[in-house]
């Protein structure tokens, strides 16, 4: 049978630094194991390390990860967290055909904030060259929910952003730059905004899509199947009713009594 404590939680951490995950352990638990499982979408449930809850000195290693024994307390150590760290950690309690889900734990890894320069080309018109020089750039961002544009930087105008172009009468070209350290919030479209000679004139517009992932858990239970599978293949060998014939398999080594569905962001 498969229970669940109801224990879970999330965890943000930046990308380099250490942190451990911990699990709730007693003494009591003479005939049980201890694992803590890592899901990861896309891929199968991955076993990090096992073992008996009851005292024991033994330390389990992979990698940057070390899963050990504390008291009252089964942990996993990660040293030096990497963005491939993100996923949903469960610790779980295995006794004979018994499984507890004792703790789940969402580790967010964070990483740097990017940077992006985006660029406005502004053509002078030769005719209205004395109102151009004093003209205003502005940007602007709207939203993906389709709110109005809101006003996020201003430039005055500067002379070294200018240039004339090689023939007489020729347009004259200024380059305006916005850098910015981008987030998830940060996503919209950037409109580059143009007030000279009594006028505002808007640019095309540049999409900013900003890449956010996300563990979206909204089917757990086809995980927990998968999961089942998973500690049936770790128990096989202390499971009596998988003791018959050789190739000769009992699905009902574990029976899945009740199933919870549940959505973790």
């Not at 005939?31 to 389990?60: C, H, Q």
């Not at 080309?121 to 060259?129: A, F, H, M, Q, T």
């Not at 409109?191 to 004139?201: D, L, N, P």
Request: charged letters at 20%; aromatic letters at 12%; proline letters at 3%.
């Amino acid at each position: 049978e498969i229970h669940y404590d109801h224990i879970f939680e999330t965890k943000t951490v930046d990308v380099g630094d250490d942190v451990t995950l911990t699990c709730p352990r007693k003494t009591t638990w003479l005939a049980s194991d201890l694992f803590w499982i890592r899901l990861v979408p896309g891929t199968f449930p991955e076993a990090l390390g096992g073992m008996i809850a009851y005292n024991f000195d033994r330390v389990k290693k992979t990698n940057h990860m070390t899963a050990k024994q504390e008291p009252g307390l089964f942990v996993l150590h990660f040293s030096k967290t990497r963005l491939s760290d993100t996923a949903v950690y469960y610790c779980i309690k295995v006794e004979q055909r018994n499984m507890t889900f004792l703790k789940g734990i969402f580790l967010r890894i964070k990483g740097n904030r990017d940077s992006v320069t985006l660029q406005c080309s502004v053509l002078s018109d030769s005719e209205k060259k004395t109102c151009l020089e004093d003209h205003h750039v502005y940007w602007f961002r709207a939203r993906s929910d389709k709110s109005h544009p809101s006003l996020i930087y201003a430039h005055r105008n500067h002379s070294d952003t200018c240039e004339e172009g090689p023939e007489v009468h020729s347009p004259q070209k200024c380059v305006y730059s916005f850098s910015k350290n981008v987030s998830s919030s940060d996503a919209g479209t950037y409109y580059c905004a143009v007030a000279t000679c009594g006028e505002i004139i808007f640019g095309n517009g540049t999409k900013l899509d900003i890449e956010v992932v996300f563990l979206l858990f909204v089917a757990l239970a086809i995980s927990l199947i998968v999961i089942a599978f998973l500690v049936y293949v770790i128990t096989k060998k202390s499971c009596d009713c998988c003791k018959g014939k050789k190739g000769y398999v009992m699905y009902q080594c574990i029976n899945i009594s009740s199933q919870k569905v549940a959505s973790f962001v």
